[in-house]
Each structure stands twice: as structure tokens, then as C-alpha cells.
């Protein structure tokens, strides 16, 4: 049953991703993306952590999927975009994906074989992540938030309209 | 149980794939989606790492990924917002000025 679940969702990760590559919609890329972070989510729960696969919905399928698609719905290009001419750019990038992928598994091989043997116990209960939030993470934790006021603050000068101009 | 080099293989392939995306695709709104992949990417396998380790400290660094992910995301997009009223366009060849 977990086989089957994993190999479900890491299917429709990349699944969604790879058609992401290939469409060229924006608004269809958008709704890919949140079939993908979905799948991601539910990942996360197999990996013993409900709180942050519940995090992963609420703020990344949920409330950064809907910015990008007001973005799209605001931008609004009739005629979409023309396609590309250049083809070579396309199969350079494969071949630089497939020496990347390589090069990543070699160099995390040898932390494979100490996986195997690690000891899993249950872990990763919402309130122990809670507690570890507002304890040792309590500096970090605040900070964040003073960055999140201070970015969307930020987000809505920038896009306002100047009165005169 | 699902071994856990499973899941950290996923989180290569889903980074790579995020960097072709990026690299293959023309338009910023894309451009932007593909660097939100390869975060996610990255928090695959902080948790997968925190799993093998049984420590929630990789759990709450993913938290504060994401939190600063959703900031940077805001900021990103009224970027973009600003660049296509100002050009007209949001394909990347396009911008070749860095004074507006």
C-alpha cells in the first residue's frame, strides 16, 4: 500500500511537471503546478510529517497558486506567446539535465547505504513541532514574520499606480 | 517502508526537471513556477534527511522555506506585474536593458 501510494504521487509529480515543460499555456502551467504540489504534500504525510504536507497545501497549493494565476488572469496575453524557433537550446538543456541527474546520484551514493540501516521510530507529531517552534526556533520564528510584513508591504507599493504620471 | 533513497532520488529528478524548465522556458510567470518546483525539490529532501535523522529540526527549517517561499513569491510576482505595464511583454529575450 505505501509502494503503490508513493509511486501514485511521485507519478503525478512528474508527470505534471514534464507536461508543464512541454505546454506552453500559462494558465494550464499553473493548474500542473498545483496537481504537483499537491502530490508533494501528500509525500510529505508519508514521510511522517502531517504538519508541514497540511502547510505545503494550504500555502503553496493554495495561497501561492492563486497570486500566480491573478498574475496570469492581469497580465492577459490574447494571442499567447509565439513559439520558439531556436531547437538546439532544447536538446542542450537534456543533455545538461541527464549529466546533472548523474552527477547529483553520485555524489549522494554514499549516503544511501547509511539511510538503509538508519532506525525509523514515530516522529513528527504536530504538537512536538509546535513546541520546537516557540522554544528554540522562537527568534527565527518572529523574524519570519516581520519578513512577510515587510515583503507585502512591499508587493503592494510596487504594484500600485501612481496618482500623477 | 518505503526506503528513503526513493524519495530522495524523487527530489533529484524533480530539481533537474525544475532547472530544464527554467532554462527551456520563455516567458517570467514560468520561469518564476520552475524555481517554485525546484524549492519544493529541495524540501523533499530536507524531510527526507530529517526523516533518516529522526529530528524535527529539518521539519521546521522546511516550515520557514516555505513561509519565506510565499513572501518571495509576492514580491516576484508584482516584479513581473511591473515589468509587463512598463514593456508590454514578460518574455525573457525581451529584457536586455538593466535601466528601464
Known amino acids: ?20 515543460i512541454i505546454i506552453r499555456d500559462q494558465a494550464y502551467n499553473a493548474l500542473l503546478l498545483v496537481l504537483a504540489f499537491a502530490a508533494m504534500g501528500g509525500l510529505f504525510g508519508l514521510l511522517d510529517a502531517p504538519f508541514i504536507a497540511v502547510v505545503q497545501i494550504i500555502i503553496y497549493a493554495g ?24 531547437k538546439w537550446t532544447l536538446y542542450l538543456s537534456l543533455a545538461l539535465a541527464v549529466i ?12 544511501f547505504s547509511v539511510f538503509e540501516s538508519a532506525s525509523l521510530e514515530k516522529m513528527g507529531s504536530p504538537t512536538e513541532l509546535g513546541r ?34 | ?31 518564476f513556477m520552475s524555481i517554485e518546483i ?21 521539519q521546521v527549517i522546511v516550515f520557514f522555506i516555505i513561509t519565506v517561499a510565499a513572501a518571495e513569491a509576492a514580491v516576484g510576482l508584482a516584479i513581473i506585474l511591473l515589468i509587463f505595464r512598463q514593456k508590454k511583454t514578460i518574455k525573457s529575450e525581451d529584457m536586455r536593458l538593466m535601466k528601464g
Open chain 2, 38 to 58: 525546484m524549492f519544493n525539490a529541495g524540501n523533499l529532501a530536507f524531510i527526507t534527511l530529517a526523516r533518516a535523522a529522526n529530528s524535527l529540526d529539518g
Open chain 1, 63 to 86: 495561497a501561492i497558486l492563486v497570486l500566480f494565476i491573478f498574475v496570469i488572469m492581469m497580465i492577459n496575453l490574447r494571442r499567447g506567446l509565439p513559439p520558439e524557433k531556436k
Open chain 1, 1 to 20: 500500500m505505501g509502494y503503490f501510494l508513493f509511486f501514485l504521487l511521485a507519478f503525478l509529480c512528474v508527470g505534471s511537471v514534464v507536461a508543464m
Open chain 1, 132 to 165: 520546537l517552534l516557540f522554544t528554540k526556533y522562537l527568534y527565527p520564528f518572529e523574524i519570519t514574520s516581520i519578513l512577510i510584513i515587510a515583503a507585502l508591504v512591499g508587493a503592494i507599493v510596487l504594484v500600485k499606480k501612481r496618482e500623477k504620471e
Open chain 1, 100 to 111: 546533472l541527474v548523474v552527477e547529483l546520484a553520485l555524489s549522494i551514493k554514499g549516503a
Open chain 2, 1 to 31: 517502508m518505503i526506503p528513503l533513497s526513493y524519495f530522495l532520488g524523487l527530489s533529484i529528478v524533480l530539481f533537474v526537471l525544475g532547472a530544464v524548465a527554467f532554462f527551456v522556458k520563455k516567458d517570467l510567470i514560468t520561469m
